[in-house]
């Protein structure tokens, strides 16, 4: 059993950058690879991006190329989203997830509660 918890959400304005934590329990958060993903208001969750057991391999989805960055401390129990020039087509509820490397949501067998990013343009 993971539980996971987010912090860092908050309002930004346009071009501005934010960083999000997901904070794991237990021993075995080095066994997992960890996601992020985000849903909108009306919309699917959909993947951001992924990060494997190690941290050596990483993968995100085109629209946030360049702009957000997926990281983990696997002695700190965390995982992270850097999120720079951000959009109001980001604004979102995030949540991290932990489970299999990949983009679908099926690959994950825990998840977060979420945390509210809003950006004003």
């Known amino acids: 059993q993971v539980q996971l918890v987010e912090s860092g959400g908050g309002l930004v304005q346009a071009g501005g950058s934010l960083r999000l934590s997901c904070a794991a329990s237990g021993r075995t958060f080095s066994s997992y690879a960890m996601g992020w993903f985000r849903q909108a208001p009306g919309k699917e969750r959909e993947f951001v991006a992924t990060i494997s057991r190690g941290g050596g391999a990483t993968s995100s989805a085109d629209s946030v190329k360049g702009r957000f960055t997926i990281s983990r401390d696997n002695a700190k129990n965390t995982v992270y989203l850097r999120m720079n020039n951000l959009k109001p087509e980001d604004t979102a509820v995030y949540y991290c997830?932990?489970?299999?490397?990949?983009?679908?949501?099926?690959?994950?067998?825990?998840w977060g509660q979420g945390t509210q990013v809003t950006v004003s343009s």
């Open positions: 997830a932990a489970g299999n490397y990949g983009a679908g949501t099926r690959n994950y067998d825990y």
